[in-house]
């Protein structure tokens, strides 16, 4: 009888071992998909607020408001006038938080950053730390008929 080469059971099972220990800690350091996906949903709200803003401003712009320091235009389904800075939503929950759809429900402002002139938004759950995760609306009037600056914070 021939004899015949080949792995032996527990060869394989050891091999198998390995690679599942390798897996379980290699593969998070490479595949950071919470932080990508959190990230990309940064990325969502901040457009849906530099859309809210240039809708608002059209609005405020066909009714005359653009051009003053402060105001405010009432938008068909939004319920309650929109406050205004220099013709774009004011960073308050009268201003852009009325004009993001969900803003208020799934998103909560960032302790401390509701100011005059700036708000921020992150997560309502999940994230502790208060220096990054979140999209910070800003309409500081440095000249008149600026937009307003919305920026990131990255989650990683």
């Given at each position: 009888?021939?004899?015949?080469?080949?792995?032996?059971?527990?060869?394989?099972?050891?091999?198998i071992?390995?690679?599942?220990?390798?897996?379980?800690?290699?593969?998070?350091?490479?595949?950071?998909?919470?932080?990508?996906?959190?990230?990309?949903?940064?990325?969502?709200?901040?457009?849906a607020m530099?859309?809210?803003?240039?809708?608002?401003?059209?609005?405020?712009?066909?009714?005359?408001?653009?051009?003053?320091?402060?105001?405010?235009?009432?938008?068909?389904?939004?319920?309650?006038?929109?406050?205004?800075?220099?013709?774009?939503?004011?960073?308050?929950?009268?201003?852009?938080?009325?004009v993001?759809?969900?803003?208020?429900?799934?998103?909560?402002?960032?302790?401390?950053?509701?100011?005059?002139?700036?708000?921020?938004?992150?997560?309502?759950?999940?994230?502790?730390d208060?220096?990054?995760?979140?999209?910070?609306?800003?309409?500081?009037?440095?000249?008149?008929?600026?937009?307003?600056?919305?920026?990131?914070?990255?989650?990683?």
């Amino acid at each position: 009888m021939k004899k015949q080469g080949g792995f032996t059971l527990i060869e394989l099972v050891v091999v198998i071992v390995i690679l599942g220990i390798l897996a379980v800690t290699a593969a998070p350091r490479f595949l950071n998909l919470q932080g990508d996906a959190r990230d990309a949903s940064l990325q969502g709200l901040k457009g849906a607020m530099q859309g809210a803003a240039g809708i608002v401003y059209g609005h405020a712009a066909i009714s005359g408001n653009e051009a003053s320091a402060s105001g405010s235009v009432t938008i068909d389904g939004v319920s309650g006038a929109v406050s205004l800075v220099w013709g774009y939503p004011a960073a308050s929950e009268t201003g852009i938080a009325r004009v993001v759809t969900g803003l208020e429900s799934d998103w909560q402002v960032v302790s401390g950053s509701d100011t005059t002139n700036s708000i921020a938004y992150t997560f309502k759950t999940g994230v502790n730390d208060a220096t990054k995760c979140f999209v910070k609306y800003d309409v500081t009037p440095a000249v008149s008929f600026s937009e307003p600056t919305i920026t990131i914070a990255s989650c990683k």
